[in-house]
């Protein structure tokens, strides 16, 4: 066929590439040098080829065109390809910056499908190292997205309306005296900091490993003075002194708290909690530049009286948030929380971190957290541990891991059986009633001081058992354990023993503070267990016996610590009778509230 006729029938265009230089050189010989040309159903009929071949030249034209069309396809498709290996390999180069993330995952992949890691190759190698590298502090990291409760409130409720309730509680555009922090958003009503007094620097007197930080909050003299006439404000008794000191000093961490205190007596939880947010964005505000809230490596010493306040706001802010459903951001508050003094725990958060974790379905890393710690501070030997870890297992499809777990907890604390389905309003089965194991012997082989943990993990995670899967689930384990106390096996005798020996004496001082914020209505504690331990102020409630003062604390008032908390409520409402909610809202900027918390719950 000739270059002319098929120039004439398809035109140079046709043929043509925009791309000329990856076309091969034949090509660019027939149709390089050539203009295009237009056309003309006519032109073909004065050509001086034979008439009969012309028929076969059309076809042989067709299927020559196709086959140029084919070399075409297949060349666009190398080049594709070729680009598309140039991007996978900035992809791949940009991945290596996560390598991290990568690992881990590859790590839990290895973990569930149970298949070890190949010892072959050297990123087998690397990921062997960083799991043997990964310490109990690496699972307490937090991050920064799940410390703001909107972004969770936005997940549940929508960005709209969550937008809406934002654009109510700020003014029009965000005043530029604010500081933007990661604990707390500060609120547009709120005055200027400036100079609080508070500051952080590093503690040198803790002896620390290589991994771990210490820290310590100092107070400016000016601050001290304030704190002196504070403490002398909560011995006397009188609200006046405190509202002053309030007008004078609106950042002022421990009259803040005090204020959080009266307003949840008298049911203003909105109030309280937004005292609570402002002493926590004074605390933030005052970190040391090196106080990194996601590494699980910054420490502070309970010890020390000026410490104390982080841990005490930020307890009852991961409650605040846990009534708002922001179960998320709580256990990321319990992680922080925890991560301060993960050894001591000296507000015993480890009692509602399952809690948190369970609500907000973080299964996998409860379990895992477990694992981690469970070593260090006998996790399962604690009733909410023992049953909340049954539950993950059980959420995540483990039901064999799952059964045993939650017969064992039944055997070991047989006492929170009957009390969950009574929370739960559940009738009891007849074999489970007519069974002295769940009942009397349960009574009678309980110490005082496991009861109170009993009664705590029921009343704070009763609504977690009333899915409708989990009764027939506790049912059936319940029959099972019955039947092992039957038997007499060898586990049901190990407990009875065990409770005989653990358990025993006073709670910990860490576990009374615990029930003391936690302010359950169903679990309290009473004067004589706390009446050796020191005041009950909700701004430092039960100090540790070698609690380390830069302030003569308060002699506490006799005649008020003998008084019970009924009566103290009562006063304390009459005191403030003629002050409505709305005039307390409007009086943020103005007048405060003040309660003293110097009694016994």
Same mark, same amino acid.
């Given at each position: 066929?000739?270059?002319?006729?098929?120039?004439?029938?398809? %035109?140079?265009?046709?043929?043509?590439?925009?791309?000329?230089?990856?076309?091969?050189?034949?090509?660019?010989?027939?149709?390089?040098?050539?203009? #295009?040309?237009?056309?003309?159903? =006519?032109?073909?009929?004065?050509?001086?080829?034979? /008439?009969?071949?012309?028929?076969?030249?059309?076809?042989?034209?067709?299927?020559?065109?196709?086959?140029?069309?084919?070399? &075409?396809?297949?060349?666009?498709?190398? &080049?594709?390809?070729?680009?598309?290996?140039?991007?996978?390999?900035?992809?791949?180069?940009?991945?290596?910056?996560?390598?991290?993330?990568?690992?881990?995952?590859?790590?839990?992949? +290895?973990?569930?499908? %149970?298949?070890?890691?190949?010892? !072959?190759?050297?990123?087998?190698?690397?990921?062997?190292?960083?799991?043997?590298?990964?310490?109990?502090?690496?699972?307490?990291?937090?991050?920064?997205?799940?410390?703001?409760?909107?972004?969770?409130?936005?997940?549940?409720?929508?960005?709209?309306?969550?937008?809406?309730?934002?654009?109510?509680?700020?003014?029009?555009?965000?005043?530029?005296?604010?500081?933007?922090?990661?604990?707390? #958003?500060?609120?547009?009503?709120?005055?200027?900091?400036?100079?609080?007094?508070?500051?952080?620097?590093?503690?040198?007197?803790?002896?620390?490993?290589?991994?771990?930080?210490?820290?310590?909050?100092?107070?400016?003299?000016?601050?001290?003075?304030?704190?002196?006439?504070?403490?002398?404000?909560?011995?006397?008794?009188?609200?006046?002194?405190?509202?002053?000191?309030?007008?004078?000093?609106?950042?002022?961490?421990?009259?803040?708290?005090?204020?959080?205190?009266?307003?949840?007596?008298?049911?203003?939880?909105?109030?309280?909690?937004?005292?609570?947010?402002?002493?926590?964005?004074?605390?933030? !505000?005052?970190?040391?530049?090196?106080?990194?809230?996601?590494?699980?490596? !910054?420490?502070?010493?309970?010890?020390?009286?000026?410490?104390?306040?982080?841990?005490?706001?930020?307890?009852?802010?991961? +409650?605040?948030? %846990?009534? &708002?459903?922001?179960?998320?951001?709580?256990?990321?508050?319990?992680?922080?929380?925890?991560?301060?003094? $993960?050894?001591?725990?000296?507000?015993?958060?480890?009692? #509602?971190?399952?809690?948190?974790?369970?609500?907000?379905?973080?299964?996998?890393?409860?379990?895992? =957290?477990?694992?981690?710690?469970?070593?260090?501070?006998?996790?399962?030997?604690? $009733?909410? /541990?023992?049953?909340?870890?049954?539950?993950?297992?059980? @959420?995540?499809?483990?039901?064999?891991?799952?059964?045993?777990?939650?017969?064992?907890?039944?055997?070991?604390?047989?006492?929170?059986?009957?009390?969950?389905?009574?929370?739960?309003?559940?009738?009891?089965?007849?074999?489970?009633?007519?069974?002295?194991?769940?009942?009397?012997?349960?009574?009678?082989?309980?110490?005082?001081?496991?009861?109170?943990?009993?009664?705590?993990?029921?009343?704070?995670?009763? &609504?977690?058992?009333?899915?409708?899967?989990?009764?027939?689930?506790?049912?059936?384990?319940?029959?099972?354990?019955? +039947?092992?106390?039957?038997?007499?096996?060898?586990?049901?005798?190990? !407990?009875?023993?065990?409770?005989?020996?653990?358990?025993?004496?006073?709670?910990?001082?860490?576990?009374?503070? @615990?029930?003391?914020?936690?302010?359950?209505?169903?679990?309290?504690? +009473?004067?004589?267990?706390?009446?050796?331990?020191?005041?009950?102020?909700? @701004?430092? $409630?039960?100090?540790?016996?070698?609690?380390?003062?830069?302030?003569?604390? $308060? /002699?506490?008032?006799?005649?008020?610590?003998?008084?019970?908390?009924?009566?103290?409520?009562?006063?304390?409402?009459?005191? =403030?009778?003629?002050?409505?909610?709305?005039?307390?809202?409007?009086?943020?900027?103005?007048?405060?509230?003040?309660?003293?918390?110097?009694?016994?719950?």
């Amino acid at each position: 066929m000739s270059t002319r006729y098929m120039k004439k029938v398809y %035109g140079v265009d046709a043929l043509a590439e925009k791309d000329s230089e990856s076309e091969c050189d034949l090509e660019n010989s027939i149709i390089g040098d050539v203009k #295009s040309k237009t056309f003309n159903v =006519f032109d073909v009929l004065n050509q001086n080829s034979e /008439i009969g071949e012309e028929e076969n030249e059309e076809q042989q034209v067709i299927e020559e065109s196709y086959t140029d069309q084919d070399k &075409r396809k297949k060349k666009k498709k190398r &080049r594709k390809k070729l680009e598309s290996f140039k991007v996978q390999q900035v992809v791949d180069f940009k991945e290596t910056e996560d390598v991290d993330e990568i690992e881990r995952s590859v790590r839990e992949v +290895n973990k569930l499908l %149970g298949e070890p890691l190949p010892s !072959c190759s050297s990123q087998s190698t690397n990921n062997l190292q960083w799991i043997e590298q990964k310490s109990k502090e690496d699972i307490l990291m937090v991050q920064h997205k799940h410390l703001n409760p909107y972004n969770e409130l936005k997940r549940i409720f929508g960005s709209k309306t969550v937008q809406a309730e934002q654009n109510n509680r700020r003014n029009r555009g965000r005043s530029s005296h604010l500081k933007r922090t990661w604990l707390i #958003s500060a609120r547009d009503n709120w005055s200027p900091i400036n100079k609080s007094g508070l500051s952080m620097s590093l503690d040198h007197d803790v002896k620390s490993a290589s991994n771990v930080q210490y820290f310590l909050y100092e107070h400016s003299p000016s601050y001290r003075q304030v704190q002196l006439k504070f403490l002398e404000a909560v011995e006397s008794l009188n609200p006046e002194n405190i509202v002053n000191i309030i007008n004078a000093h609106s950042y002022h961490v421990d009259a803040l708290l005090q204020l959080a205190e009266l307003c949840e007596l008298n049911e203003n939880l909105a109030l309280a909690a937004e005292f609570t947010e402002k002493a926590l964005y004074c605390l933030e !505000c005052a970190f040391h530049p090196l106080f990194n809230l996601t590494t699980a490596a !910054c420490r502070l010493d309970y010890r020390k009286q000026q410490n104390r306040a982080l841990f005490i706001t930020l307890f009852k802010h991961l +409650n605040f948030v %846990g009534g &708002r459903a922001c179960y998320r951001t709580s256990l990321e508050f319990c992680k922080l929380l925890l991560s301060l003094d $993960p050894e001591g725990d000296p507000l015993a958060v480890i009692l #509602s971190l399952d809690f948190y974790a369970l609500r907000a379905k973080e299964y996998e890393w409860f379990i895992e =957290f477990c694992n981690f710690w469970d070593g260090a501070r006998n996790l399962t030997q604690l $009733p909410n /541990i023992a049953y909340s870890l049954a539950l993950a297992h059980f @959420h995540l499809g483990n039901r064999t891991v799952a059964d045993q777990l939650l017969q064992n907890a039944l055997i070991m604390f047989p006492g929170v059986l009957m009390s969950l389905l009574d929370k739960c309003s559940i009738q009891t089965d007849e074999k489970v009633q007519g069974h002295d194991f769940f009942n009397t012997k349960a009574v009678i082989s309980t110490s005082p001081a496991l009861e109170k943990l009993q009664n705590l993990y029921v009343a704070r995670s009763f &609504r977690l058992w009333k899915e409708a899967d989990l009764l027939p689930w506790l049912r059936e384990n319940a029959y099972t354990a019955l +039947n092992r106390v039957d038997s007499k096996d060898d586990y049901v005798k190990y !407990c009875e023993t065990k409770r005989s020996k653990r358990y025993q004496g006073k709670l910990p001082k860490n576990i009374l503070r @615990h029930i003391i914020l936690s302010d359950i209505k169903d679990v309290t504690v +009473n004067v004589q267990e706390v009446q050796n331990d020191g005041s009950v102020l909700s @701004h430092d $409630p039960l100090p540790p016996v070698d609690s380390i003062d830069i302030y003569k604390r $308060p /002699i506490p008032n006799a005649r008020t610590t003998q008084t019970n908390s009924n009566f103290l409520s009562l006063f304390i409402s009459s005191l =403030f009778s003629n002050i409505n909610g709305e005039g307390v809202v409007a009086a943020l900027d103005g007048l405060n509230l003040f309660y003293d918390n110097n009694d016994q719950i």
